[in-house]
């Protein structure tokens, strides 16, 4: 089965870039979502197909996918962006989340 | 604007069935894939399986045997039944839409989700 590779934690300072990596095998050459998840909250898409941003989600957030790894990039990270956040791509009809990053602004 | 309200019994002795149902508010119910995922506490996201509008069902293989999913479209809802639960089912258990095109074979990101459900397996 396919697996997709997150590191637990990820602390980044107030107003500088955060940088979650998800990997996975030729990831390049599947859809990645992304998802945020505050405590009590269900998950939100903040970035689907790569790169697109849904509506409501800020431009600090995009996203990248090359090779074997996908990125979600948090650019002038901002204290409300602590959260959970987990990558999920589709392989032979089944949905693959990663185990998920926790992102801490310090 | 679309919303997904979802219920069911919370708290189940181990060997009993877990019976979810998720209804549809304010959008369109055909042309969507409607899932289950659940997260056990302090966990990730786990991918329970789906259902469409026409009734076609996929499963996560190592749930597949416990596992059944129903649609009704009359009320806009689905339902989700987990049988046999134990301890390890303890989980929050959520419904999501996705979009998938099947000429293109794009699977969507789950772009609506339901505000959860507590469900406790415990004797």
């Known amino acids: 089965s396919y697996d997709l590779t997150q590191p637990l934690s990820v602390s980044v300072a107030l107003g500088q870039t955060a940088r979650v990596p998800c990997g996975g095998l030729?990831?390049?050459?599947?859809?990645v979502h992304w998802y945020q998840q505050k405590p009590g909250q269900a998950p939100v898409v903040v970035m689907f197909r790569d790169t697109n941003r849904p509506s409501g989600i800020p431009e600090r957030f995009s996203g990248s996918n090359s090779g074997n790894t996908a990125t979600l990039t948090i650019s002038r990270a901002q204290a409300g962006d602590e959260a959970a956040y987990y990558c999920?791509?589709?392989?032979?009809?089944?949905?693959?989340f990663g185990g998920g990053t926790k992102l801490t602004v310090l | 604007q679309v919303q997904l309200q979802q219920w069911g019994a919370g708290l189940l002795k181990p060997s009993e069935t877990l019976s979810l149902t998720c209804a549809v508010y304010g959008g369109s119910f055909s042309g969507y894939y409607w899932t289950w995922i659940r997260q056990p506490p302090g966990k990730g996201l786990e991918w329970i399986g789906e259902?469409?509008?026409?009734?076609?069902?996929n499963h996560s293989p190592s749930l597949k045997s416990r596992v059944t999913m129903s649609i009704d479209t009359s009320r806009n809802q689905i339902s989700l039944k987990l049988s046999s639960v134990t301890a390890a089912d303890t989980a929050v258990y959520y419904c999501?839409?996705?979009?998938?095109?099947?000429?293109?074979?794009?699977?969507?990101?789950?772009?609506?989700w339901g505000q959860g459900t507590m469900v406790t397996v415990s004797s």
């Open positions: 259902i469409n509008d026409r009734g076609r069902i």
């Open positions: 999501a839409r996705y979009y998938h095109d099947v000429l293109t074979a794009y699977y969507g990101s789950f772009d609506i």
């Open positions: 999920q791509v589709w392989d032979s009809n089944t949905v693959i």
């Open positions: 030729n990831i390049e050459t599947k859809n």
